[in-house]
Nanobody
Framework: VQLQASGGGLVQAGGSLRLSCVVRGGHVSRYGMLWYRQAPGKQREWVSTLASGGATGYADSVKGRFHISRDNAKNTLYLQMDTLKPEDTAVYYC???????WGQGTLVTVSS
């Protein structure tokens, strides 16, 4: 399984970004998918989960601002991030729901 994340960039506080994660060699919907992030000098932390059945979960820090979704036809996972804050600055990683398959990470920088 290979995951390719993209969509990061520099945005002002209050802005939006949409991250994408293309899955190759597996199905985006079969086992569920997750997003994690790692801020400078901090441990990697869980952000959101999209279960195979469609249930979603979010860290308290992003609840109400981020939305996880997938496109089965494109075999792609998304993370819509709205009302971004400087503390959202991090490298964002997608993870396959089974095994230890991770995307390469995409950097999100939110300026104040």
């Amino acid at each position: 399984v290979q995951l390719q994340a993209s969509g990061g960039g520099l945005v002002q506080a209050g802005g939006s970004l949409r991250l994408s994660c293309v899955v190759r060699g597996g199905h985006v919907s079969r086992y569920g998918m997750l997003w994690y992030r790692q801020a400078p000098g901090k441990q990697r932390e869980w952000v959101s989960t999209l279960a195979s059945g469609g249930a979603t979960g979010y860290a308290d820090s992003v609840k109400g601002r981020f939305h996880i979704s997938r496109d089965n036809a494109k075999n792609t996972l998304y993370l819509q991030m709205d009302t971004l804050k400087p503390e959202d600055t991090a490298v964002y990683y997608c993870k396959f729901g089974r095994g230890e398959y991770w995307g390469q990470g995409t950097l999100v920088t939110v300026s104040s």
